[in-house]
């Protein structure tokens, strides 16, 4: 039977809700690796949204030590 890898790649998400963002790194079998989350009344613009989710994916990829080439 064949299978799926589950580490071999990585996914980074963003659930974006009137009330809170969260931006997430899963693996390819859909497990959740890491997130974080912030209240949506914490940021001024949605280009600092933007940027939030941006670094934060960024953050979550270096504090799991994961390649960012292996993030898709």
């Known amino acids: 039977m064949l299978d799926?890898?589950?580490?071999y790649r990585f996914a980074?998400?963003?659930i974006l809700h009137?009330?809170?963002?969260?931006v997430c790194l899963t693996n390819l079998?859909?497990?959740v690796i890491d997130f974080e989350s912030r209240p949506i009344t914490d940021f001024?613009?949605?280009e600092s949204i933007l940027d939030f989710a941006a670094d934060s994916l960024l953050q979550?990829?270096?504090k799991n030590q994961l390649?960012?080439?292996?993030?898709i």
Do not use: P, Q
Not at 4 to 7: E, P
Not at 18 to 22: C, E, G, P, V
């Open 4 to 7: 799926i890898v589950a580490d």
């Open 60 to 62: 979550l990829i270096s």
């Open 18 to 22: 009137r009330r809170d963002i969260t």
């Open 12 to 14: 980074g998400g963003i």
């Open 44 to 46: 001024k613009s949605a």
């Open 67 to 71: 390649s960012r080439e292996k993030c």
């Open 29 to 31: 079998k859909n497990e």
